[in-house]
T-cell receptor, first 110, second 117 residues
């Protein structure tokens, strides 16, 4: 069964600090992996997308990594800001279907 | 408009009533998806449209749920005889290309928050 597991479920950090969110998956055959940011009351917005051959991809202060051998991905947020408070969702795709993780809820505080 | 729009943004209904939720995808997007997100939970796939046909309805939780798409554009998700467990945010997304492919980025609408009393 295709599954995507994320950890931690929730995280609280101080503004300016860095953090790393984890995603483990068992989706097969693998096509690509995406990280989405979902603000409260809004739909998810794509941050990064990586294929099998890509190990890392950055989007401003967000850096995603992918280890296709161990089927793990991480999302690193640098110098966090209050506006980073949101849920971060890992989504793994086959050619025809997406499997969503349950997300990590991040809260950035002063 | 530039993005996916959904209406209404909020819907409160009584148990047993029927509701219709609307999604207007991005113009030109051939694929359209419906998801359900219960409070504090992840996104749950409901149904996928390619054009006006639905090759994957596997996520619809019961025969009370149905959806249609017309003109390769607007889609309506209908829930009949609503139950309290139907309370959730219903998200719609659209993409230029079909599900899963590398260039298939799904753009999400803001969702409809459904509350069944």
């Amino acid at each position: 069964k295709n599954q995507v597991e994320q950890s931690p479920q929730s995280l609280i950090i101080l503004e300016g600090k860095n953090c790393t969110l984890q995603c483990n998956y068992t989706v097969s055959p693998f096509s690509n992996l995406r990280w989405y940011k979902q603000d409260t009351g809004r739909g998810p917005v794509s941050l990064t997308i990586m294929t099998f051959s890509e190990n890392t991809k950055s989007n401003r202060r967000y850096t995603a990594t992918l280890d296709a051998d161990t089927k793990q991905s991480s999302l690193h947020i640098t110098a966090s800001q209050l506006s980073d408070s949101a849920s971060y969702i890992c989504v793994v795709s086959t050619a025809s279907k997406l499997t969503f993780g349950t997300g990590t809820r991040l809260q950035v505080t002063l | 408009g530039a993005g996916v729009s959904q209406s209404p943004s909020n819907k409160v209904t009584e148990k047993g009533k029927d509701v219709e939720l609307r999604c207007d995808p991005i113009s030109g997007h051939t694929a359209l998806y419906w998801y359900r997100q219960r409070l504090g939970q992840g996104l749950e796939f409901l149904i996928y449209f390619q054009g006006n046909s639905a090759p994957d309805k596997s996520g619809l939780p019961s025969d009370r749920f149905s959806a249609e798409r017309t003109g390769e554009s607007v889609s309506t998700l209908t829930i009949q005889r609503t139950q309290q467990e139907d309370s959730a945010v219903y998200l719609c997304a659209s993409s230029f290309l079909p599900a899963g492919g590398i260039y298939n980025e799904q753009f999400f609408g803001p969702g409809t928050r459904l509350t069944v009393l």
